[in-house]
T-cell receptor
Framework: SAVISQKPSRDICQRGTSLTIQCQVDSQVTMMFWYRQQPGQSLTLIATANQGSEATYESGFVIDKFPISRPNLTFSTLTVSNMSPEDSSIYLC???????????????FGPGTRLTVL | GQQLNQSPQSMFIQEGEDVSMNCTSSSIFNTWLWYKQDPGEGPVLLIALYKAGELTSNGRLTAQFGITRKDSFLNISASIPSDVGIYFCAGQPSQGGSEKLVFGKGMKLTVNP
C-alpha cells in the first residue's frame, strides 16, 4: 500500500473563510479521490482529482465550493470555500492504481482532516 | 444510483465471540472491499474481493464475494478488544466503467473484554 499524508490533520475555522487541504502520496498513483464523512456517517465521494485537468465532481458538489488541484501524480489539494457550519466533516483523500501494481480497484485512504466550522 | 445495504448497523459482543456482517445491493458489483475505521483515522483496507464466489482470509478475518455479485460478507473470528471500530463495505459497480466506489453505512463493533 501507499503512505498517504494529509495536512492539516484538523482545523477550526470561522464561517465564510476557506481552507485548503493537502494530500501527499509517497508513490505515483493513477487515481486520487476526495471524500467527505459527516459525523457518524459513511463516506461520500466529492470528486475525482484528475492530473492535469479539471476534477470530476459528483452530484451535489460543485467546483466553486470545492476547487481541487492535482498538479502531478503524487499530490492533490481540496479547498472548502466560503465555509458554513454544515461543512464540518472529516475530509479524506484516497488513491488507487499504484504504479507497478495491476489495475485492481483497491483504494487506500489518508488519515483525514477533521474540519470544524464555527 | 447504486446503494449498498450493510447490516447490522451495530453489534455488541464479548471478547472471543465471532461476528458476521454483510452487504447487499440491488445491482451487480465488480469488486467488493472491506474497510475498518478507528476513531480519528482514515479507513484501512482489510480485504479485497475480485471474483464471484471468491473466499479470502486475512488472519482472523474471512470475506466472500457472493455468487450473484450482489452481496458480500465479512466474518471476524475470536474477537479481541482491538477489533472495536466501524467496518465499511465498499463496492465498484459493474456499470459506469469507472473506479468509483460505493460505500455501505458502516457497522459499529463493540467488544467487551
Amino acid at each position: 500500500s501507499a503512505v498517504i499524508s494529509q495536512k492539516p490533520s484538523r482545523d477550526i475555522c470561522q464561517r465564510g473563510t476557506s481552507l485548503t487541504i493537502q494530500c501527499q502520496v509517497d508513490s505515483q498513483v493513477t487515481m486520487m479521490f476526495w471524500y467527505r464523512q459527516q459525523p457518524g456517517q459513511s463516506l461520500t465521494l466529492i470528486a475525482t482529482a484528475n492530473q492535469g485537468s479539471e476534477a470530476t465532481y459528483e452530484s451535489g458538489f460543485v467546483i466553486d465550493k470545492f476547487p481541487i488541484s492535482r498538479p502531478n501524480l503524487t499530490f492533490s489539494t481540496l479547498t472548502v470555500s466560503n465555509m458554513s457550519p454544515e461543512d464540518s466533516s472529516i475530509y479524506l483523500c484516497s488513491v488507487d492504481g499504484l504504479a507497478g501494481r495491476s489495475s485492481y480497484n483497491e483504494q487506500f485512504f489518508g488519515p483525514g482532516t477533521r474540519l470544524t466550522v464555527l | 444510483g447504486q446503494q449498498l445495504n450493510q447490516s447490522p448497523q451495530s453489534m455488541f459482543i464479548q471478547e472471543g465471540e465471532d461476528v458476521s456482517m454483510n452487504c447487499t445491493s440491488s445491482s451487480i458489483f465488480n469488486t467488493w472491499l472491506w474497510y475498518k475505521q478507528d476513531p480519528g483515522e482514515g479507513p484501512v483496507l482489510l480485504i479485497a474481493l475480485y471474483k464471484a464466489g471468491e473466499l479470502t482470509s486475512n488472519g482472523r478475518l474471512t470475506a466472500q464475494f457472493g455468487i450473484t455479485r450482489k452481496d458480500s460478507f465479512l466474518n471476524i473470528s475470536a474477537s479481541i478488544p482491538s477489533d472495536v471500530g466501524i467496518y465499511f463495505c465498499a463496492g465498484q459497480p459493474s456499470q459506469g466503467g469507472s473506479e468509483k466506489l460505493v460505500f455501505g453505512k458502516g457497522m459499529k463493533l463493540t467488544v467487551n473484554p
